[in-house]
């Protein structure tokens, strides 16, 4: 049972690292260093997460994408090159709730939480992408604020119930993979459109010679 427990924190954890890494140490690291939260004996090896140093750097990469994630494309390109950080980021979180277990279950757990984070990391930059194709900021902003709300009530389930964190997490994922194709299709179809427009001035000159 403890190590389901721990299963589910790590997993947790990973999934909210994959939407928003820096928020996610951020926010654990100001909880754990001024006690807000009181980590049970074998979520010790999280302490390390409230040292001065680690959460004053996630604060400013925290800061840093606060605004980037709420520029129309630059939340892309942002979320672009996160694609192998946060995936990375929630696999090291996942490995520091475990402690010192066993090497194998080390490896599965740290393969889970990337694999995890991987897939709320796509999530959130499949939406923000389709959410570029609107003319208007304020999807984004809406986008970004309703992410790190999200961030932060999973912390928060996380700490009281990670079980249910857990089946929350994985009931959010399976309803993405439901919805992708329908976000993937509208997004190639505004690609498309675009691309056809942008193609009609060409092919009238082309038609005049």
Known sequence: MERLHLLSVALGLAALAGVNLYLTVFATGLAIHFH????????????????????????????LEFFADKIPWVDSIWD?????????????????????????FTVIVALLAGGTSLITH??????????????????????????????????????LSPL???????????????????VLRTIKGKIGGTRKKLDEPVNRNVSVQ
């Open 122 to 159: 796509t999530a959130k930059a499949a939406t923000r992408l389709a959410s570029n194709t609107s003319p208007e900021p304020l999807t984004n902003i809406g986008l970004s604020l309703g992410e790190d709300a999200a961030v932060l009530g999973g912390l928060t389930l996380v700490n």
């Open 36 to 63: 807000w939260i009181t980590l049970a004996p074998q979520y010790q090896s999280l302490e390390v997460l409230g040292n001065p140093w680690i959460i004053s750097i996630s604060g400013v990469l925290y800061l």
């Open 80 to 104: 672009a090159v996160h694609t192998v950080i946060r995936p990375i980021g929630g696999a090291l979180l996942a490995i520091q709730v475990l402690g010192h277990p066993s090497p194998a």
């Open 164 to 182: 249910l964190a857990l089946i929350v997490f994985l009931i959010v994922i399976g309803a993405f993979y439901y919805f992708a194709r329908k």
